[in-house]
Nanobody
Framework: QVQLVESGGGSVQAGGSLRLSCAAS???????MGWYRQAPGKEREGVAHIWARGGTTYYADSVKGRFTISQDNAKNTLYLQMNSLNPDDTAMYYC?????????????WGQGTQVTVSS
């Protein structure tokens, strides 16, 4: 059974930075990976995605230029470096893994890590 465990969330002031980590029990190289977030009362939003074998990354417009997704395949760990955080980034952040079928068909989710940004 695939497991994803997120860490690195916390509370920061606007303008600060956080780095989220996601430890996977499967090969991050063989799977497409991504970060989603969900704020109270809002729909889940895809934040960033990476498909290492295809050499592709994708970012939501709301985080482009501020967030960077990366992975360490030797450690099977996914990262999300978040800079210039603002209160709109406050949400529960989830790591996801999936199978590439021309797009990433996500089939496994972590439990989430909370990010709170104060103004």
């Amino acid at each position: 059974q695939v497991q994803l465990v997120e860490s690195g969330g916390g509370s920061v002031q606007a303008g600060g930075s956080l780095r989220l980590s996601c430890a996977a029990s499967v090969s991050t190289y063989q799977h497409c990976m991504g970060w989603y977030r969900q704020a109270p009362g809002k729909e889940r939003e895809g934040v960033a995605h990476i498909w290492a074998r295809g050499g592709t990354t994708y970012y939501a417009d709301s985080v482009k230029g501020r967030f960077t997704i990366s992975q360490d395949n030797a450690k099977n760990t996914l990262y999300l470096q978040m800079n210039s955080l603002n209160p709109d980034d406050t949400a529960m952040y989830y790591c996801a893994a999936g199978i590439w079928v021309g797009y990433c068909a996500y089939n496994t989710w972590g439990q989430g890590t909370q990010v709170t940004v104060s103004s």
